[in-house]
Structures are given as structure tokens and as C-alpha cells.
């Protein structure tokens, strides 16, 4: 893919993205009876029993009918329009500070090459066409350079009362001087 | 939410809450043309030995599969996940889940009964913060694949957090977190949960503090071989 780095383009050659059991292995989950391993299989309320390989999964309506081409809105409703492919087209990359980074969500980790030199930096990325683009770390250190895409969070900042307003009741907020409590409140103790 | 006990290399401890921060982007969903929610649903194909997606003539005249009449097209819901000897039609209860470790080569490592893990953040033994690690090099070794902040119940708690907060922010680092009496296991979040290492960042703003624990499973590396990929059409 091909960037905007300032004046000039920037080509970034990606590999593979880097799955975890490359690395490390994996572990796998299996039901055995008496030495037998057993096969899985879907039990609907009638009692019938499906392989999993019988049964395909679609994207429908309320309805039940098939949503052939279906579209993305955010809970607002808003409708998202298909982004192009960062493949397709070129984004810009800018120099980034540590924080965007640490307020990274990293869902794919992506060796490259590309002509940059040591440090952070930031763009938006797509792999097909998507109606959100991902933000994407350019990680770039002399010993090679990894793209690091993902959600963006937040990073709250805590104040004394923050945290107060977070977790209380909102009804707990109202004047408890009213006449409605003066009963239970007595002062036999002192 | 979930509580953390937490505690610096000084001694003192707190048992805090541990919260999910929100996504900046905003969620979507995904909408027929008339505006109507889409879900995903599991529907029978029909014959279990055809693909739709690679069938052609020829194989189809060649095998003459039969078309299950009776289920092809059925919306399953609330379905349950069972067990059976292959072959066999009745179900099978009292099992046994054996977990497979599997090395990167994919030989087998190990064969052992699953026994879920349990959440080992808020124990008796706290959280310990451990080694300090250079902010740059952290992001340079470790990839996080999740993240979650601490917050205060109380003014005491907010005074200490502040104060761990600002020792981070001051050092430029980031502290390892450890589980266990030692403080040097992996964290496990919830029942069952996977094991995962922790870090933990700091900063300040006026009297606000922001704790951020970043959670890891994997080393910013490259396995031995790493196939090339072209890209998309």
C-alpha cells in the first residue's frame, strides 16, 4: 500500500499478519467418554440432532428472509458508506506520540517494509473496502517495522468526584432532608 | 466491573475497582435497504456433504445426493451444544474435556483434563507492581490486545492511585503486573479466563489521574517463517 509521509509517498510492503499460535502454539478443547472421543452436534428444542457441518449461517431479517447486501449504520442510524481499500488508495501517515499507541485496541499485527525512519506513526487502514476504517500504528524500529491495527479507547481521566457521579444512583443525587426521613433519623447514640 | 487488589512495592494496598474503557469509534449495526436490523442466523443447508460454494454439474450428476426434505431451510434457534460417539444417535452425558497443547511447529506438547482457571486479580494476595519497563521499549516488545482502567471508590483510594499515577508518569515507564504470592504470575481476569501479562501506565492532569492496565499475550516478533500475502483484489 501507498501513503502521503508529508511531501512524498511512502510504498509499505505487508506481509501475513502475525497470529499468536505462530508463535507460541495453541491449546484445543476436546470431549472424550472412556477413552472415545466424541463429536460435537446441535440439539434444536425438538430434539433433533444436526452435525455442525449441515447447518450454514446467514444474515437475515426479522423475518427470516435473506439479507443479500446488507448495510452498516451506527446506533444513531446514521448509514455508512464503504470506505475504499487502503490498497486502493493512498492514505496519509503522520508521526505519532506513544499515546496513540497506548490508547490502541490491537486486533491485527501486520509485519511490513516501507522507507521511514525509527518511530510512531499513524493512519488509517483498511484491508477490503469497510464502512469504518481501522487506526493503524506504523511501529518502525531498526530492527524491522510492524503495523499494528485496531479500536481506539479512551483513556479516562480520573477526578475526585469522577467517579462518584459514575457509580452512584443517579436517585441518590436528591435532598434527603426531606420530611419523609426525619423519623428514622434519631440521635439517641449521643 | 471487577475489583482489582492492588499493591506497590511499599506495602500499601487497595482493592479498586477495574473498569472497560469506551471505543471511540461508534458501534454499528448492520440494516436491511428498508432500515430493518439484520441478525445472523443458523439455517440447514440441506445436504451436509454440499458445499454451495464449489458445487458444479458434473458432481452433482456423478454423486445424485438427496435433498433433506424435511429440515432444508429450517432457521435453527436456541440450539444446544451435545455430544455423541460418531456414528451413533444417542447423546452422551458425563464426559470428560481434555484440552490439547499444541507447540508453534503444531506437534503435540501435552494431552491434560480442562480445569477452568480462577480469577486470580482480586485474592488474597494483591496485585503486585513489579519491574519498571522504559514506555518506548514496552510498546517496542509487547503487542496489547486489550486494555482496561483502574478508578477509585473513596478519596483515600483516589490519593493513592494519584500518587502511583504520578510515580509512572514521572519515570516514564510502564510497571508489570503480577498475580500470586510472589507477585509473579499472569493475571486471570475472570473464571475460566485465559492467563494474560499486565502492565500498568500512568499520567496526570491538575488532580486527575488516568491508570491504564494493558494487557498482553503476545511479543511484538516474527515467527520463523512468515509467508508473504499479496494484497486483495
Redesign the interface.
Known amino acids: 500500500m501507498v501513503v502521503q509521509y508529508g511531501a512524498r509517498e511512502v510504498v509499505i510492503t505487508t506481509a501475513a499478519a502475525i497470529h499468536r499460535e505462530k508463535l507460541y502454539g495453541k491449546q484445543c478443547r476436546s470431549v472424550v467418554k472412556d477413552g472415545t472421543p466424541l463429536e460435537q452436534v446441535v440439539l434444536d428444542p425438538e430434539g433433533n440432532v444436526f452435525l455442525p457441518s449441515e447447518l450454514t449461517y446467514l444474515a437475515t431479517d426479522s423475518a427470516g428472509s435473506l439479507a443479500t447486501s446488507p448495510l452498516t449504520q451506527t446506533e444513531e442510524g446514521e448509514l455508512l458508506d464503504l470506505k475504499p481499500s487502503s490498497y486502493r488508495v493512498t492514505r496519509e501517515l503522520t508521526p505519532a506520540g506513544i499515546e496513540v499507541l497506548a490508547c490502541l485496541r490491537v486486533d491485527a499485527v501486520i509485519p511490513v517494509k516501507c522507507e521511514v525512519t525509527p518511530g510512531f506513526y499513524t493512519t488509517e487502514y483498511a484491508y477490503h473496502d469497510a464502512p469504518q476504517l481501522k487506526t493503524a500504528v506504523l511501529n518502525v524500529t531498526a530492527d524491522g517495522a510492524f503495523l499494528l491495527t485496531g479500536t481506539p479507547v479512551e483513556a479516562p481521566l480520573q477526578g475526585k468526584n469522577d467517579v462518584y457521579n459514575f457509580f452512584d444512583d443517579p436517585e441518590s443525587d436528591r435532598d434527603d432532608s426531606g420530611e419523609d426521613d426525619l423519623d428514622d433519623l434519631t440521635f439517641d447514640m449521643f | 466491573m471487577n475489583i482489582i487488589h492492588l499493591a506497590t512495592e511499599d506495602g500499601r494496598n487497595a482493592r479498586v475497582?477495574l473498569l472497560r474503557?469506551?471505543?471511540?469509534?461508534?458501534?454499528?449495526?448492520?440494516?436491511?435497504?428498508t432500515?430493518?436490523?439484520?441478525?445472523?442466523?443458523?439455517?440447514?443447508?440441506g445436504?451436509?456433504h454440499l458445499d454451495?460454494a464449489s458445487i458444479d454439474p458434473q458432481s452433482l450428476i456423478d454423486a445424485d445426493p438427496e435433498i433433506?426434505l424435511d429440515?432444508v431451510g429450517r432457521?435453527?434457534?436456541?440450539?444446544?451444544?451435545?455430544?455423541?460417539?460418531?456414528g451413533s444417535?444417542a447423546?452422551?452425558g458425563?464426559?470428560?474435556?481434555?484440552?490439547?497443547?499444541?507447540?508453534?511447529?503444531g506437534t503435540v506438547?501435552e494431552r491434560k483434563p480442562?480445569v477452568p482457571r480462577e480469577a486470580n486479580i482480586n485474592d488474597v494476595s494483591p496485585v503486585r507492581l513489579g519491574k519498571h519497563i522504559p514506555?518506548?521499549e514496552l510498546?517496542?516488545r509487547f503487542?496489547?490486545?486489550?486494555?482496561l482502567?483502574i478508578?477509585?471508590?473513596d478519596?483515600l483510594q483516589?490519593e493513592f492511585?494519584f500518587e502511583v499515577a504520578r510515580s509512572l508518569e514521572a519515570a516514564e515507564a510502564a510497571e508489570t503486573l503480577g498475580a500470586g504470592p510472589r507477585g509473579n504470575l499472569p493475571l486471570v481476569l475472570q473464571h475460566g479466563g485465559a492467563p494474560t501479562r499486565a502492565f500498568l501506565?500512568g499520567?496526570t492532569?491538575?488532580?486527575?489521574?488516568?491508570?491504564?492496565v494493558?494487557l498482553t499475550?503476545?511479543?511484538?516478533?516474527?515467527?520463523a517463517a512468515?509467508?508473504?500475502?499479496s494484497?486483495?483484489d
Open positions: 475497582p474503557p469506551r471505543r471511540l469509534t461508534p458501534a454499528t449495526v448492520k440494516v436491511t435497504a432500515g430493518e436490523e439484520v441478525t445472523t442466523k443458523a439455517v440447514h443447508r445436504n451436509r454451495p433433506d429440515n432457521i435453527l434457534t436456541d440450539t444446544t451444544r451435545a455430544y455423541r460417539r460418531p444417535h447423546l452422551e458425563n464426559f470428560q474435556v481434555i484440552v490439547t497443547t499444541y507447540a508453534a511447529d506438547k480442562y514506555l518506548v510498546f517496542q503487542v496489547f490486545h486489550n486494555q482502567y478508578a477509585h471508590h478519596g483516589h492511585l501506565i499520567s492532569e491538575g488532580e486527575r489521574y488516568s491508570l491504564r494493558l499475550r503476545q511479543e511484538l516478533k516474527v515467527p512468515a509467508a508473504a500475502v494484497a486483495p
